[in-house]
């Protein structure tokens, strides 16, 4: 019976043994068929970007506060919130009655003054021929220059205008009727210019006879008489080409300042404006000329000694005081007028018509149509950023929308704030487009670098060993490249190859030498998978244990111990 026992206990043995052993060459054939692959990529050219970027806003490229210059009541209001403007439009005028009162008050001052300054140059005493055909040149002169006035009034002011229908037989009547209605403090133009006109044009022929009959033998008493008669007639033409060209200037002022439309377009009134001026210049040196000859008469009949009342010095100093007060004046008028500095938007306006504003008072802002997109990069980044550089903006309201822009503006000096510094840069955006606003979020992204046409890899497959960069390049050949991501085993190992790379970005990096187009380098390796690996550690569990049998006693049997006999 123990032998029994015995023979049986060895075929147990035996049979386990055998058993661990099929089950150890199992499982180690079976892992041997889970054999490593390799995700692959090739060397290819491409175009390399690098960038960096940041979120920020929409600011417009310009924006001012408008500020009167001169204090006053409004008196014109051209604009509103949201309206565009132009560079150059009127956009507020400032009552200016009290600045012209200035104006016209030193304009006569300077003329006074000349009038002195000439006395005192042209008053020295002449022999009595010298003197009579000094004032005979005078006369005919301002002879000529009325009848060029006369001819002036005709063509220019003149004109019949009857067809229009507005009630007005001449075009002055016109003119006159608008430029009293918009300063109704000025003299009455219509009245005025009728008047002396209507004397001027009776007077000229007898006194212009009177002048023509003067000569070097004509006594001097027969010259101071014609004088005397023709100098109260040019102190009335000297207001009346004052007056007419005062009409003209202020006519195309109301048609600038209120950008009315002419009813009537008979003149070109900056033509005539030019003539009036010119004439009015010559007919007042007309009147001072007359006038000093008249000085030079009296002062010669009187036996006056040549020596003057007058300090020539002194009177230019006063002459010259008064011509810039009077420039001083005319600068200043123009501050009573507001003008858009640029092509804009105005926005954020808080004043209207009949308002009264003093100087410095911010009637609105105005902002440029044109936006930019700003945000801020931090001192890493920064350092990579030029003016010039390519930008793309995209924003949050808009994902759909991606614009194209310019670098324009980086700060040199950095904001720091809780502990990190960062530099504003300003992109300007190629193209308008109707849907941006100022303050809408924008996210920036500038291309800091860019190569065409470069050698590059995929970044992922690049290694590090002992401070140098490598690939690993796949030798074997005739390898599919649509099988290179789902992974390719292969027959010969790759190799380690060391590289020097260029610039990079999150995705691709420059390859300077070491690989050339068309290699087959390794992405990524997949290794044999987890539940290959526990089933071999399995397997040689098992044959461990048959071998601790050997050394620990059979295994128990149905749950009984056999005897010890």
Do not use: C
């Amino acid at each position: 019976m123990t032998k029994l026992l015995k023979n049986k206990k060895a075929i147990i043995i035996l049979i386990i043994i055998i058993g661990g052993f099929a089950a150890f060459w199992y499982f180690r054939s079976k892992n041997t068929t889970a054999e490593t692959k390799y995700i692959l990529s090739q060397v290819k050219r491409d175009n390399l970007l690098v960038s960096v970027s940041s979120s920020g806003m929409i600011s417009p490229v310009d924006e001012i506060n408008l500020n009167a210059k001169a204090s006053g009541e409004i008196v014109y209001l051209n604009m509103e919130d949201n309206q565009a403007v132009q560079k150059g439009d009127l956009l507020l005028k400032i009552k200016t009655t009290d600045q012209e009162k200035i104006i016209r008050d030193l304009e006569l001052d300077i003329e006074s003054a000349k009038i002195s300054l000439a006395k005192a140059k042209q008053g020295a005493q002449v022999d009595e021929n010298t003197l009579k055909n000094q004032t005979i040149g005078y006369l005919v002169q301002a002879v000529n220059d009325w009848k060029n006035y006369l001819n002036n009034f005709e063509s220019a002011l003149k004109v019949d205008i009857s067809d229009y229908r507005l009630n007005f037989d001449y075009l002055y009547e016109y003119y006159a009727s608008i430029v009293n209605f918009y300063f109704p403090e000025d003299i009455n133009y219509q009245q005025v210019l009728k008047n002396s006109y209507s004397r001027l044009d009776q007077n000229y022929q007898d006194k212009s006879i009177l002048v023509s009959h003067l000569n070097s033998n004509s006594s001097l008493d027969e010259v101071e008489r014609v004088l005397n008669l023709v100098l109260e007639e040019v102190k009335i033409l000297n207001d009346s080409s004052r007056a007419a060209y005062q009409l003209l200037n202020r006519y195309q002022i109301v048609l600038n300042d209120y950008n009315l439309t002419p009813l009537v377009s008979e003149r070109n009134i900056i033509t005539d404006k030019a003539a009036f001026s010119t004439l009015s210049t010559a007919i007042n040196t007309d009147l001072t000329n007359l006038l000093t000859a008249s000085k030079n008469i009296t002062n010669y009949k009187e036996g006056a000694e040549n020596n003057l009342p007058y300090d020539i010095r002194q009177l230019e100093i006063n002459l010259q005081k008064k011509e810039d007060d009077l420039k001083d004046a005319k600068d200043k008028l123009n501050d009573y007028y507001l003008y858009a500095p640029f092509d804009g938007i105005i926005s954020s306006l808080n004043v209207k018509k009949g308002d009264s504003v003093s100087s410095q008072t911010t009637v609105a802002k105005l902002i440029t149509a044109q936006t930019i997109a700003e945000a801020s990069f931090n001192e890493v980044d920064v350092v990579k950023i030029k003016v010039g550089q390519r930008a793309e903006v995209t924003f949050d309201a808009l994902p759909d929308l991606v614009l194209a822009g310019k670098v324009i503006e980086v700060d040199s000096v950095g904001t720091e704030s809780m502990g990190v510094v960062s530099y504003k840069v300003k992109v300007a955006l190629d193209e308008n487009n109707e849907n941006i606003k100022p303050s809408m979020s924008a996210n920036i992204e500038v291309f800091t670098e860019e190569k065409n046409n470069v050698l590059v890899v995929p970044s992922s497959a690049i290694k590090t060993a002992n401070g140098k960069k490598y690939v690993e390049v796949v030798k074997d050949a005739n390898l599919e490249e649509s099988a290179f991501r789902s992974g390719i085993v292969l027959t010969t190992p790759p190799e380690r190859r060391f590289i020097e790379v260029g610039i990079s970005n999150d995705t691709l990096t420059e390859i300077k030498s070491g690989l050339a187009e068309g290699e087959i380098i390794v992405l990524s390796v997949i290794k044999p998978n987890s539940s290959s690996n526990n089933s071999s550690f399995q397997g040689s569990s098992l044959f461990n244990n048959v071998g601790g049998s050997f050394g620990g006693g059979m295994p128990s049997m149905g749950g009984a111990r056999p005897s010890s006999r």
